[in-house]
């Protein structure tokens, strides 16, 4: 709660009746309107501070960013935030569609008293599917509109109005001090009334003079009237006068921020864009904050601390920039940004990602002090917490025709993609890149975009359309004679048709892709698509075959100079199933078990849970049906611990069936 915080009694007083006026059957849902620089955030803050001891089970604050740069925030992306603030385990996948993200969110609601706020909305349509189940949550939004989309479902709405005088004077005596402030009572009224009363432009103006002690109070004081619109230049207008009293240093970080595309700010990006090291950077923001130009929101996992500057205030911090920048200053500053989202993520892929195909990266400017990743945990972190950033710097990259930055920053960011599998995004981006890479007329961009997308698709079980997408893909690459692009759609082709079950389809190409992998000497790419292929031979019973492609592929796969152990121990967990469907029981068990313990070292949880899955069908087929009851339950709890909900649904129904 800032030190400024002052009166809105009668507000706390009014919100306080929410509750009493709720039915018992019914969550408490309480929405805070009013104009930038009202005091929204304080008075929520405020008074989830008061109710704190009443929801025991947690307190939740998520922006929902209606008035940042790229947003608002996506609703699956609020949604996961959500969830894994919820205790959702960091390392466990999330569904991707939203129907599945909003009823886990009513389950890990549920009998539990929580408070939720929600800051910043844009409209009821991105607050409806954030309500919890139950009546024992309270939800608090709130939002430069009105909402009334949100009476049908119990909201009682708070308009904010600006401080009474007597408000506006107290605010501005507590920070000046008593004395200061009776030097000049009328021209604090003037300071007050040019402030339009609001308290953002108050605290501004009064964090300046405090910083300014020998300064009259009547030199702020002028012009004696606010500006017509003083809900907008009120703010602008003591951002200026806290702008007029900073150093010249911090005065250029503040110029500057106002041209990095981000939501929000931390030390790392601010450097980057100001071309300072960290250090320097972290005091400016605290400095900036200080002076009330910057909001702390708090501290973020990879990050540290975060900040963001309100909207009235980046739209005067622009207006500088253009006055004493210029368009090359803020050019370089966006640039220098999205060079540091791009090599940061380029670390992180060849980290989490040795296998990945790597590609040119196109930078504008030399590197300034680079974020380092001391293992791969950090350098997860760093991609989740970047996730929302994405779209508003690919948006300023399309600005700036840097098209380049959309394509690459996409391929850098697929770490990202495999681990949580958040698949509107991935289509979106790639979909995205795609277009970004034919602007640049790169074909082998096309290529890698192409194919990220067919994968996407395919999670998304589009079969055809990723089909349409390997098939460009393919016909690329054979107009580039890229030979082992080639290799890879033909095989991505293959492994369409077998996720989709059309698998004599698939043979020939998977069968085509082993044989222009082993021509290429590119042990892995071949390896890959002989586990699916052996796999093929197993369903079709024909378990020599089977058994040569599968031992093959696991072998190459671990002599790789880096070994690939997760797909060693698919191929090793394919083996085991067609061990199994041979009627060789015990040895499937043992390549199974063995298999399983694999994928928890890896770690892959998804296929240690279908490894389960593949034991109790292997008890099954050997008549152990106790055992497999067992084993289904087994893998029924890991897959709703991953919330894999097609594969809770297939283990529920067959459960159901079993006698």
Known sequence: MPATWTDREESLTALARVLSAVPDFASPLAVIDGPGGAGKRALAHRWAHTLAPSYPDGQVVTDLRATAPGGPTPTTETLRSLLRALGHPTDAQLPWPQDELEAMLRSATAGRRLLLVLEDAA?????????PAG??????????????????????????????????????????????AAEDPAALERIAAICGHLPRPLSLMAADLAHAPHRRLHAAAAPAQPPADQTDNSTVTAADAAYRGLPDDSARVYRLLAAVPAPDLDASATAAATRLRTDEARAHLRLLTDRALLEAVGEAPGRGDVYRMPPEIRQHAQQRIADHDGPAGAATATLSYLDYLLRTATRAERLLAPHHRELPRTYHHPAGEETEFTDPD?????????????????DA?????????????????????????????????????????QRCADPQAQ????????????????????????????????????????????????????????????????????????????????????????????????FTTAHQLLDRARTDLLALPT??????????????????????????????????????????????????????????????????????????????ALSSSRDIDRLQHHLQARP
């Open 123 to 131: 409209n009821a349509e991105q607050v409806t599917p954030l309500l």
């Open 135 to 180: 009546p024992s949550c309270l939800v608090v939004v709130t939002s430069r509109n009105a909402l009334p989309g949100l009476t049908a479902h119990g909201a009682v709405h708070h308009h904010l109005l600006p401080f009474a005088p007597d408000a506006s004077r107290a605010l501005l005596t507590r920070v000046l001090g008593a004395e200061r």
């Open 378 to 394: 950090a350098a997860r972190t760093w991609l989740r917490a970047h996730l929302a950033a994405l779209q508003p710097a690919k």
């Open 397 to 437: 990259a399309r600005r700036l025709r840097k098209h380049t930055f959309r394509w690459q920053i996409t391929h850098a960011l697929w770490p990202l993609w495999q681990l949580d599998r958040p698949i509107d995004a991935w289509i979106l981006h790639h979909e995205d890149g795609l277009e970004a890479a």
């Open 447 to 542: 290529r890698e975009m192409s194919s990220a997308l067919a994968l996407g698709l395919t999670y998304a079980q589009r079969y055809d359309d990723a089909l349409e997408q390997y098939r460009l893909a393919l016909t690329l690459a054979q107009a580039a004679d890229d030979a082992e692009g080639i290799a890879q759609y033909t095989a991505g082709l293959g492994a369409v048709l077998h996720d989709a079950g059309r698998l004599v389809l698939a043979a020939p190409y998977l069968e085509a892709a082993i044989d222009l992998y082993d021509t290429l000497g590119r042990p892995r790419g071949a390896a890959l698509a002989r586990t699916m292929a052996g796999s093929i031979a197993a369903t079709r019973r024909d």
């Open 563 to 640: 070994p690939d152990r997760r797909n060693a121990a698919r191929a090793l967990a394919r083996s085991g199933e067609a061990h199994s469907l041979q009627g060789h029981h015990d040895q499937a068990q043992h390549l199974l078990l063995q298999a399983r313990d694999e994928f928890t070292a890896v770690p892959d949880a998804h296929w240690a849970a279908r490894v389960t899955e593949y034991l109790g069908q292997d008890d099954d087929r050997a008549g152990r049906h106790d055992q497999a009851t067992a084993q289904y339950r087994d893998s029924l709890a890991r897959y709703e």
